[in-house]
Nanobody
Framework: VQLVESGGGLVQPGGSLRLSCAASGFTFSSYTMSWYRQAPGKERELVATIGSTGGSTNYADSVKGRFTISRDNAKNTVYLQMNSLKPEDTAVYYC??????WGKGTLVTVSS
């Protein structure tokens, strides 16, 4: 199992970013996928989850209405579209698959 995140970077408050997680080594379309984040000095927290077919999604209250999780099973990729970014969204964002498989993360910094 391999999960590789990309798309992080520095963005101004109010800006947008789209994160991608390319998955390999398993039958991607059979698994729920999630995005987590960990801010400096804080515990890792669940941001969003998407069901195997993309038909169900769930979000942390802190990102509802601003972030959208989606997936393309043909490309074995899960996405996180982040809009109206705030400084408190600054964190390393991780892709996760159950049974404790994690990517290495991508850093998102929201700052002016």
């Amino acid at each position: 199992v391999q999960l590789v995140e990309s798309g992080g970077g520095l963005v101004q408050p109010g800006g947008s970013l789209r994160l991608s997680c390319a998955a390999s080594g398993f039958t991607f379309s059979s698994y729920t996928m999630s995005w987590y984040r960990q801010a400096p000095g804080k515990e890792r927290e669940l941001v969003a989850t998407i069901g195997s077919t993309g038909g169900s999604t769930n979000y942390a209250d802190s990102v509802k209405g601003r972030f959208t999780i989606s997936r393309d099973n043909a490309k074995n990729t899960v996405y996180l579209q982040m809009n109206s970014l705030k400084p408190e969204d600054t964190a390393v964002y991780y892709c996760y698959r159950r049974r404790d498989y994690w990517g290495k993360g991508t850093l998102v910094t929201v700052s002016s």
